[in-house]
Each structure stands twice: as structure tokens, then as C-alpha cells.
């Protein structure tokens, strides 16, 4: 028996059907002129049933309109076996060309984040960006405040050198209170700042943190009357680490900074002694999380430029290639699915994009739904500020923050959810 092999470099297909399609544009290469084949598939994947049928109907057709009649039964005198299989990089279509004794294969693969989820009872996903608020000046982070009784939206926007209140005011946002930030030692070139809300005696306190100190304001009294105060982090553990999250629920799990560069160790670490250590990475969010099953997930995008799905004993369950720096996760209340949301790869002179994937049964499935931006990605996080508490108003989406690459001003904006049957 006789081999050929024809394969090439992993594709990056924008849709499960274009994977398809490109799959069988290989394997009627290797078939002679206008001869009937006799098609079979082979699932070994994580794809289900509705996505298997989708991908052998685009095959099926493509080889039909390259003039081949194809055939379940095996009197055709072509066969073609085709198998999907998979691995951590993605997914692997494989097809067998068998012809008198001699056997001639086509390999095609493509990332899992690809693959757009199909199942009969899913939802149409609709991601939508709304400009927040834009300055001149950096942007570190900007959150939507919880509501506690105010009438009014109100947000907090952290810049380099101040923390600023604002309120809702008929199409606009009017400023309550800006608390300058003192500095201490060199700045970093890429500063990062992240911000959150605890309980301090029952009152909510706002907290500013950055590597190596935080901020604090009081909200539960009077904001004109309230001072911020900033100290380095006292416990040793903190220094120079910052907390994760699952959407806008705070998780008391924490992260270490690399002291001199712009991004996390790998060392992860939390109460009764947890602790983690994977591969070092610039963002990364935890997801799963439901009352009922408090199964806990962790996305990280790697420095080395694969993002990592890890389940609760550090194991790896997917890798993908092609996603960005930045990526965050929520939990939608239109279907009580939780979804990740990842910037793309490239540089600071590049226009963005935002992507979304859904996160089901350990699988992630991206929904061919992009949203564009108007420069690169800085930071990307829960709309609502993060705390341990329930919530009420903004959860479903999350806030993103770019850098505007033709007007050089710094934008944050809202990206939502909507879901349709």
C-alpha cells in the first residue's frame, strides 16, 4: 500500500464552515477527474452532533461543485474516510483518499477558538460597543460604580495621576470629586492599575490598586468630605500583586507582578494556602463559577502568545493561538452561560478588535461575533467594579480601554450582550 501526504501549515479559519470548505479544497485535489466517492465521517473530537453534520454538509457540497458525485455506500470506486480528532493546539480534519490499494491523505487544522458554537437550543449573541468617556490623558482603568440606593449612574476613572467620581447627567457624565495620586519612586512605562470594592467596617470602600500600593476612598459617606488614602501594600504576600476576577465577582485569589517587567510571574496564591504556578502571563480571569457548582477556571494569555484554559489542579485543558494580551470573562444572565472576551495579537501602531467565546462543558467556542476599536487594546475588565457581593445594574459586558491611533486620545467603552432567539 501506497501513501501521500498533503498537508500544510495550520489554518486560522474565521468559521467552522470555512474550515470546512478549505479542508475539502485539499482532498479534491487528490481526486481524479469527475469520479464518484463514497464519504464517511469519523467524530473522535469534542465537536457535537448539529457542528458534525455542518461540517460533513460543507464538504459534501464542495466536492459536489468541483464535479464529483459522492455517495454513502461503498460501491463508489473512491473512497473517502474522513476523521476529526483533536489535540490541545485545536482541532485536526483528516481525509483518506483510498483508491485501488493506495491511500492518499489531506490534513487541515484549525484552533477550537474558531469553531463557532451551533447547538440547536443556543441563543443569537450580539456584541455592541458604546463610547463611555475619552481624555487626553491615560486611561488605567474605568469602572461603572454599584448602585446602592443612587438614582444616578456614577463611574470611576483612574488615571496616572488622579482617581475621578462622575455622575450621569442627561447624555453626559458631570464630575463629582477627583482625588489626586500621589507618586512614589520611578514610573513605569506601561502602568497598570486595577479597581475594586471591599468592605471595610460595612462600609464600601473603593480601592485603586496598583503594583506596589493601593488607594482607598470611602463611599458610604459624604463624597465632598471624603478623603483618599494611599499606602504600599502592607502584607508581605500583596507586594506587588493585585486580585483576580470572574466578571464583577471578586475572587480572593491573587497574582504576583513581575517586579521589572509589565506582566504576572505565574504565581498565583490565596487562602488555606493555595497556591499556583503556571506559565507567566499579562492577563488573566477566572470563569465557571455558578452558586450551585463553584467550579472554579482560569483563562490566562500567556506571554509567550497562547492563551491557557486551566482547570482547578493547574491542568491544561485548551491552548489557543492568534488571541491578544488582554482578556476578561463574565457571566451572562440572558442564558447562564459564562463568556470570555479577548483582544486580538498585534502591536501598539494597530487597530484592535474584541472578540467573544463562549465557555461550556470545558469547551470554548468562539461566536464569529468581533466587535472593531479604533486603536490597540490597553486594558480589558468588568464594566461593573468587582467586588464580593451580589449585583445589581451592569454585569453583562465589560469595559475596554484603547488609545485612539487617529485623534491619540484615550477611550474606554462599554461592550454588551444581547441574546435573541
Given at each position: 500500500m501506497g501513501f501521500l501526504f498533503l498537508c500544510g501549515p495550520a489554518a486560522r479559519a474565521d468559521s467552522l464552515e470555512e474550515a470546512a470548505r478549505n479542508f475539502a479544497r485539499k482532498v479534491t485535489s487528490l481526486l481524479p477527474s469527475h469520479n464518484s466517492v463514497s464519504l464517511s465521517v469519523r467524530n473522535l473530537s469534542s465537536l457535537n452532533a448539529e457542528q458534525i453534520s455542518h461540517f460533513s454538509q460543507v464538504v459534501e457540497g464542495e466536492i459536489q461543485s468541483r464535479g464529483h458525485k459522492t455517495s454513502s455506500a461503498d460501491a463508489a470506486g473512491i473512497l473517502l474516510r474522513v476523521t476529526l480528532s483533536e489535540n490541545p493546539a485545536g482541532l485536526l480534519a483528516i481525509g483518506e483518499v483510498v483508491e485501488n490499494g493506495q491511500s492518499r491523505f489531506a490534513l487541515e487544522s484549525f484552533s477550537l477558538a474558531e469553531v463557532p458554537y451551533g447547538g440547536s437550543n443556543s441563543k443569537k449573541v450580539t456584541l455592541s460597543r458604546e463610547l463611555v468617556w475619552k481624555q487626553q490623558d491615560p486611561i488605567l482603568d474605568l469602572k461603572f460604580l454599584r448602585s446602592d440606593g443612587q438614582k444616578k449612574e456614577r463611574i470611576a476613572v483612574l488615571g496616572i495621576n488622579a482617581l475621578s467620581l462622575y455622575e450621569g447627567q442627561e447624555m453626559s457624565w458631570s464630575l463629582v470629586r477627583s482625588f489626586p495620586i500621589p507618586r512614589s519612586g520611578p514610573q513605569s512605562r506601561d502602568p497598570r492599575a486595577q479597581l475594586f470594592q471591599v468592605n471595610v467596617d460595612s462600609h464600601p470602600n473603593l480601592?485603586?490598586?496598583?503594583?506596589?500600593?493601593?488607594?482607598?476612598?470611602?463611599?458610604?459617606?459624604?463624597?465632598?468630605?471624603?478623603?483618599?488614602?494611599?499606602?504600599?501594600?502592607?502584607?508581605k504576600e500583596l507586594m506587588g500583586g493585585t486580585l483576580l476576577t470572574a466578571g464583577p465577582f471578586l475572587i480572593d485569589n491573587g497574582a504576583k507582578w513581575n517586579s521589572s517587567r509589565n506582566y504576572f510571574t505565574g504565581e498565583l496564591f490565596g487562602e488555606s494556602g493555595f497556591r499556583w504556578h503556571i506559565e507567566p502571563f499579562y492577563s488573566a480571569a477566572v470563569l465557571g463559577l455558578k452558586p450551585e457548582e463553584p467550579t472554579i477556571f482560569l483563562i490566562a494569555a500567556g506571554i509567550d502568545g497562547n492563551a491557557r484554559l486551566l482547570d482547578k489542579s493547574e491542568k491544561e485543558i485548551r491552548s489557543f493561538s492568534g488571541w491578544g494580551n488582554e482578556v476578561t470573562t463574565f457571566h451572562s444572565t440572558c442564558n447562564d452561560d459564562w463568556y470570555i472576551l479577548a483582544s486580538a495579537r498585534g502591536d501598539w501602531t494597530e487597530s484592535d478588535k474584541i472578540t467573544a467565546y463562549q465557555f461550556e462543558d470545558q469547551s470554548v467556542a468562539s461566536l464569529d461575533q468581533i466587535v472593531a476599536l479604533p486603536g490597540p487594546v490597553l486594558s480589558l475588565g468588568s464594566e461593573q467594579v468587582p467586588a464580593d457581593a451580589d449585583f445589581a445594574g451592569h454585569h453583562d459586558g465589560a469595559i475596554v480601554v484603547v488609545r485612539n491611533l487617529k485623534t491619540g486620545e484615550y477611550e474606554a467603552y462599554r461592550i454588551s450582550m444581547a441574546c435573541s432567539r
Open positions: 480601592i485603586a490598586d496598583f503594583p506596589n500600593r493601593f488607594c482607598s476612598i470611602d463611599l458610604a459617606g459624604t463624597l465632598d468630605s471624603t478623603n483618599m488614602d494611599c499606602n504600599g501594600n502592607g502584607e
